[in-house]
């Protein structure tokens, strides 16, 4: 008996990891996202989907036709409880360059967030700041980061609903200091894959302990529900949305600076 649950289990192991590497793969070749030479910082939060882009991108490198170096990078926030050592472990073991940034940003955050602001924007920014002096410091021209499928479609409807514009995350885009090319290459993956692979594989998905750590973005998870919701309906709604945001149709927007005529 426990050999057939293992025998099932690894099946549905190496099934998934195929899944999400051929997806990755076609987002890499679509968008030429890495190129002879790159030098690739995988931006490492420690959740389920920076582990699971870590995982996929140094598979992929193994066989890939160009040659370029791939380098994780965690920013250590400096919140107390967070689990440092545990990181440390796994990257140890797992066996591709790594590097952990220690930084101040929790002082800063309590020094300087006003009262009507957001921990977790406002961390982010500092994030940011951090990983690109980081990727100059490491000589990586490139970024790539755990953004999934989910997040673009969720991204394009909180904009258009709560923002009025037509925007959800490139896969491919220059980074605000103009130095490194920010890659999201599990824009085709979607966040119940991933989910599964972490259980799967049991990566150590770390909490950052941040205090605002559980405070979800509302608009956010409501955008979330809906297509969760939808999706009883019409299953395929990621994938048609996905398409949708490859197939877009100037002509019939309201923008006058995207008309010709």
């Known amino acids: 008996m426990q050999q057939e649950e293992d025998k099932k289990r690894k099946q549905a192991k190496d099934k998934l990891f195929r899944r999400i590497k051929r997806q990755v793969g076609r987002a890499i070749g ?84 006003r009262p009507d602001s957001s921990i977790c924007a406002f961390c982010s920014r500092l994030r940011r700041g951090v990983l690109y002096s980081v990727a100059d410091r490491l000589d990586c021209n490139k970024v790539a980061l755990g953004h999934h499928l989910d997040d673009a479609i969720e991204t394009l409807l909180m904009n258009q609903f709560f923002v009025g514009r037509l925007a959800a995350m490139s896969p491919k885009m220059l980074a605000d200091n103009g130095n490194q090319t920010i890659l999201r290459p599990m824009a085709y993956v979607e966040e119940t894959d991933i989910a599964e692979f972490a259980e799967l594989f049991e990566l150590p998905v770390l909490s950052c302990e941040c205090p605002a750590e559980g405070q979800f973005d509302k608009n956010r998870q409501a955008m979330k529900q809906m297509i969760k919701d939808l999706a009883v309906d019409i299953p395929e709604i990621r994938r048609s949305m996905l398409r949708a945001m490859r197939n877009v149709q100037p002509r019939y927007l309201m923008d006058n600076g995207l008309q010709s005529f």
């Open 30 to 113: 679509d968008f030429n996202m890495i190129e002879e030479g790159d030098r690739v910082m995988v931006a490492l939060s420690g959740g389920k989907d920076s582990w699971t882009l870590l995982h996929i991108l140094h598979a992929l490198k193994k066989r890939a036709p160009i040659d370029y170096d791939i380098v994780a990078v965690h920013v250590d926030a400096g919140f107390p409880d967070f689990r440092r050592d545990l990181l440390q472990k796994y990257l140890l073991d797992f066996g591709a360059p790594w590097h952990i940034e220690t930084t101040e940003i929790n002082g800063i955050i309590e020094q300087k967030l």
